[in-house]
C-alpha cells in the first residue's frame, strides 16, 4: 500500500497511450494528480501531448512526452523503454488509443480489417510483452484496457471490425490475468458507454449521440473523468484483488 492511501499512485510509472486528448488527457492528470509519473503518448499530434505534459508539470507532477504507434513492435517497445528510462520502470499500461472508422461490413478492405486490429489489439499485445519483463521482476503491474459497450451488446451498424477487434482485446486481458496474477500483475477492462468527447462526428451521423442520453438512467453521457477515475482505481492498490475483469461505465444504460 502506497502510504495511507490505497488509491496514491506514488513510486509509480504509467504509460498512457492516444494520451494527447479526450479519456487518455483526463487519465493522465488523474493518474498524475495521484503521484505517479507519466508518459504522454501520441501517433501524430506532438503538440497536444506535449501541452499535456506542460500542464502536469505545472501541477507539480512528473511527465515525458513519447510519440509512437504501439502497432508497430518496434515502436511498442520504445514507449515500454523510454517509460523507464525517464521514470525507472514501467508499472501501468492504459492501452487507450484506439479507431472505430464507421464502414459497412461488406465494403471493408483487407487493409481496413488490419489497420484496426493493429491499432485496437496488437498495440495492447505488444506493449504486454515488452512491458511484463520489468512488471515481474518488480513483482507489480498493471494493465488497463479500454473497450466499449457495443462488444457486450453487438449494437453498432457498421462498425463490425472495431467490435471485433475489442472482443480480441477482452480476451488477451483475460489471457494477461489468468497468467500473470501470480507475478503481482493485473489485466482489466474499462468498458465506456456513450462519452462526452471531442470526436470525428461524421462516424455519428444525425444527433443520435445527444439523443443517446435520454435512454441513460443518469440521464447524461459519460465524462472524461468517469473514464479516467475508473482507471485510476484499477490502477491502485485499492484494486489489488480485482482481475480479468470489465468495469462498465455506462450510467446504467446495460446492466449486467
Known amino acids: 500500500m502506497q502510504g495511507s492511501n490505497p488509491f496514491s499512485l506514488e513510486g509509480h510509472a504509467a504509460l498512457i497511450t492516444g494520451s494527447g486528448r479526450n479519456i487518455g488527457r483526463a487519465t493522465a492528470l488523474a493518474f498524475a494528480r495521484a503521484g505517479a509519473a507519466v508518459t504522454i503518448n501520441g501517433r501524430n499530434d506532438a503538440e497536444a501531448t506535449a501541452a499535456v505534459v506542460r500542464e502536469i508539470l505545472d501541477e ?18 520504445a514507449l515500454v523503454k523510454g517509460t523507464q528510462d525517464a521514470f525507472g520502470s514501467l ?8 479507431v472505430r472508422p464507421l464502414k459497412p ?20 499485445f505488444h506493449l504486454a510483452q515488452a512491458g511484463l519483463p520489468g512488471m515481474i521482476e518488480k513483482g507489480y503491474g498493471r494493465f488497463i484496457h479500454l473497450s466499449g459497450l457495443p462488444v457486450f451488446t453487438g449494437r453498432y451498424q457498421q462498425k463490425t471490425a ?23 500483475v493485473t489485466a482489466n477492462v474499462v468498458a465506456p458507454g456513450m462519452i462526452d468527447t471531442t470526436r470525428d462526428w461524421r462516424n455519428y451521423p444525425g444527433d443520435q449521440v445527444h439523443e443517446h442520453a435520454k435512454m ?4 447524461r453521457l459519460g465524462s472524461v473523468n468517469d473514464i479516467a477515475y475508473a482507471c485510476l482505481y484499477l490502477a491502485s492498490d485499492a484494486a489489488g484483488h480485482i482481475n480479468g475483469q470489465t468495469i462498465h461505465v455506462n450510467g446504467g444504460e446495460v446492466m449486467f
Open 162 to 184: 472495431p467490435v471485433a477487434s475489442k472482443a480480441g482485446l477482452q480476451g488477451l486481458t483475460k489471457g494477461l490475468a489468468d497468467e500473470f496474477g501470480v507475478n503481482g
Open 105 to 124: 461490413f461488406l465494403e471493408l478492405s483487407e487493409d481496413d480489417w488490419q489497420d484496426i486490429m493493429s491499432a485496437n489489439l496488437h498495440g495492447p
Open 60 to 77: 507539480g507532477g512528473r511527465a515525458v512526452a513519447i510519440m509512437g504507434d504501439a502497432a508497430d513492435r518496434n515502436q511498442a517497445e
Open 216 to 219: 441513460i438512467p443518469t440521464r
Open 91 to 98: 508499472d501501468i499500461v492504459v492501452a487507450n488509443a484506439g
